[in-house]
């Protein structure tokens, strides 16, 4: 299941907002530096290749809409989620064998399993070398996101090509390799910023709506995306087998998808004819009222904050990424 292609804006109008994002990028920038060459370049050939940095931004806004100021331990929270997603894609991308990432060649095809499993291990490395100076509880939520993330993938891996894989099944494997850093992001966010126990935990709650809508969106464009906007092929996952929304919400109602699903390589022809059984099946609108519903629950958490132009810009951009898919 590719993560992050589902677009939403990685930029801000507000200058405080750009300016913190750009002390991420130097962060990251100066933690993928190694006295190894080749581990600096597999490193930031993934992370520089044009990612939306929207783990990063969601945990900025969140920080400032629950109040906080001083932009130091904020920085380094966002740029460590950013080094766990950046080093769970180089993984990613070894176990599907995929050949692209972000529209260019991924690091595995380009470098090799063995460079690029090491390059990943390198990258969770320098994220959990930003956390060592937090207290116990801030690396004790960045791990359990990377915990969290190892099971998902594992998990997606048993029910990859599998029919029995259910909605509950599907919906697991993203809270735990999706939603999870959303979450976890959020919840260090509200904390950094001095908020209380109810609102740490409904700015946690926040977050894992926010992924979820996030990885709804994205397999749903997925069918009936452009594949130069969301920088994948269109039915990548259909192709490998991975379980998405759409497919999985056709396996019992549809023989040409569940055998398509099961193919161990299936050709063009055939991923077409289920792509386009998908989109006529009427199960597509099932997929948008789901991720509406967690968008919404996402919209009204926020409301515990009081109003600001960040909290606002977290509800935009739930409403952008819906926006994709009406």
Not at 160 to 178: C, G, M, Q, S, W
Not at 216 to 229: M, N, P, Q
Request: proline share 4%.
């Amino acid at each position: 299941m590719l993560k992050a292609s589902a677009s939403v804006p990685s930029r801000a109008a507000d200058p405080s907002l750009a300016q913190a994002l750009d002390l991420v990028e130097a962060r990251l920038k100066e933690r993928l530096t190694s006295r190894e060459e080749l581990l600096t370049e597999i490193s930031s050939y993934l992370v520089d290749s044009g990612g939306k940095r929207v783990r990063p931004l969601v945990t900025l806004m969140m920080f400032r809409a629950c109040g906080g100021t001083g932009l130091d331990d904020i920085v380094d929270v966002a740029a460590a989620l950013e080094l766990i997603h950046s080093a769970t894609l180089l993984h990613d991308d070894i176990i599907d064998k995929r050949e692209q990432r972000r529209g260019k060649q991924s690091a595995y095809h380009g470098y090799g399993l063995a460079k690029t499993l090491v390059t990943g291990d390198f990258v969770f490395s320098k994220a959990f070398q930003l956390c060592a100076r937090f207290e116990e509880r801030l690396i004790n939520w960045a791990a359990e996101a990377c915990i969290m993330l190892t099971e998902g993938e594992v998990m997606q891996a048993r029910f990859r090509k599998n029919p029995a894989v259910t909605v509950p099944d599907y919906l697991e494997i993203i809270h735990r390799k999706t939603a999870s850093i959303f979450e976890q992001g959020a919840r260090t966010a509200a904390y950094l910023a001095g908020s209380s126990q109810r609102i740490v935990d409904g700015m946690a709650a926040c977050g894992f709506h926010l992924g979820m809508t996030f990885q709804i969106v994205d397999d749903l464009l997925g069918v009936v995306g452009e594949s130069e906007r969301t920088g994948k092929p269109v039915g990548l996952d259909l192709r490998d087998g991975n379980p998405s929304l759409p497919s999985v919400l056709s396996l019992n109602r549809d023989p040409v998808v569940a055998r398509v699903f099961q193919m161990a390589q299936p050709s063009e022809a055939d991923v077409e004819e289920a792509l386009t059984s998908i989109r006529g099946s009427g199960v597509l609108d099932e997929v948008r009222r789901l991720a509406a519903e967690h968008g919404q629950r996402g919209r009204l958490g926020m409301q515990q904050l009081p109003p600001s132009a960040d909290r606002e810009q977290l509800i935009a951009m739930i409403d952008q990424l819906l926006s994709r898919v009406d």
